[in-house]
């Protein structure tokens, strides 16, 4: 099949159907560009929600090792109370 392609145009190209019981059918879709374009952008909008900072720390947390002292005291003081 034949795709004819026109400069300054974005064209896209839909495939619909079954290729195992071969009713597949091609969709066209086709928008003119503008000509004059644009300039290089200063800068990529990101968005403001920081996830990605919230990812990141400068020091590590002792959140974990507190849990694992606790765990630890905890499973000791059962494993002493149950010692008859």
Same mark, same amino acid.
């Given at each position: 099949?034949?795709? @004819? ?5 974005? +064209?896209?190209?839909? $495939?619909? #159907?079954?290729?195992? !019981?071969?009713?597949?059918? &091609? ?13 290089? @952008? ?5 968005? +403001?929600?920081?996830? $990605?900072? #919230?990812?990141?720390? !400068?020091?590590?947390?002792? &959140? ?21």
């Amino acid at each position: 099949m034949a795709l @004819p392609v026109k400069a300054g145009n974005l +064209t896209r190209v839909y $495939a619909v #159907g079954e290729p195992v !019981s071969k009713t597949m059918k &091609v969709a066209v879709a086709t928008l003119e560009l503008s000509s004059t374009g644009t300039g290089r @952008p200063g800068e990529v909008n990101t968005g +403001t929600g920081g996830q $990605a900072a #919230g990812m990141t720390r !400068s020091r590590p947390s002792v &959140v974990p090792l507190f849990v694992l002292v606790v765990a630890g005291a905890l499973a000791l003081s059962v494993g002493r109370a149950a010692r008859p």
